[in-house]
């Protein structure tokens, strides 16, 4: 159980184009998912925080404007990187916490690996 | 800012050794600290969660410790085997609830047979 999946895996998008990453609980509803990113050889770094029906919340330094976040339902998150350029490329990492769950339980998707050439 | 460092960045060990890997965070103000383990093409797995009030937990041959106070815990790897090869992430939680993690940049174990 509590299996989190992530689609695509990998993405290669040129310069200027978007790109839209979902991120699915597959067993479970989840209220909250949250977003990181982690840069080749850097820390798993939180984006965002998303609220099923709610606004997100994003940290200090990342673009709301840019890295859009809908989290329409209780098991399905995306994340659209809008004007993509190369120093977006990174691998993208989403997370959910189980309805009902205690605040530090959560699963991690697989992954999505972004290149913009 | 709570900064969590791991040490060391990278590590390579024939099968069967014990070896420790270490975790420094500059905050001791935590509520939890966690290890992951990080396959390519997998998501993260986590292997142990240790409250701030505890010292250790165990599950199977790994071993992590708790020393909050001084900023530091420890993943012990008992006997190891190739299929431990893999990117081990230490992370810790604020001292608040609500908050995701703060993440290590990880030591990548190589374990060869």
């Known amino acids: 159980g509590a299996v989190v999946s992530q689609h695509p895996s990998r993405v290669i998008c040129k310069s200027g184009t978007s790109v839209k990453i979902e991120c699915r609980s597959l067993d479970f509803q989840a209220t909250t998912m949250f977003w990181y990113r982690q840069f080749p050889k850097q820390s798993l770094m939180l984006m965002a925080t998303?609220?099923?029906?709610?606004?997100?919340?994003?940290e200090q330094g990342v673009e709301k404007d840019k890295f859009l976040i809908n989290h329409a339902s209780l098991t399905l998150s995306t994340l659209t990187v809008t004007s993509a350029h190369p120093e977006d490329s990174s691998f993208y990492i989403c997370?959910?916490?189980?309805?009902?769950?205690?605040?530090?339980?959560?699963?991690f998707g697989p992954g999505t690996r972004l290149t913009v050439t | 800012k709570q900064e969590v460092t791991q040490i060391p960045a990278a590590l390579s060990v024939p099968e069967g050794e014990n070896l420790v890997l270490n975790c420094s965070f500059t905050?001791?103000?935590?509520?939890?600290l966690q290890w992951f383990r990080q396959d390519p093409g997998k998501g993260l797995t986590s292997l142990l969660l240790i409250q701030s009030s505890q010292r250790e937990q165990t599950s199977g041959r790994l071993n992590a410790s708790l020393d909050k106070s001084s900023g530091r815990s420890t993943l012990y790897i008992a006997a190891s085997q190739p299929g431990d090869s893999a990117t081990y992430l230490c992370?810790?939680?604020?001292?608040?609830?609500?908050?995701?993690?703060?993440f290590g940049k990880g030591t990548t174990l190589s374990v060869s047979s």
């Open positions: 905050d001791s103000a935590i509520y939890n």
């Open positions: 998303s609220n099923e029906g709610s606004k997100a919340t994003y």
């Open positions: 997370s959910a916490r189980p309805s009902g769950a205690t605040f530090y339980e959560q699963y």
């Open positions: 992370a810790v939680r604020p001292d608040f609830s609500g908050t995701a993690l703060i």
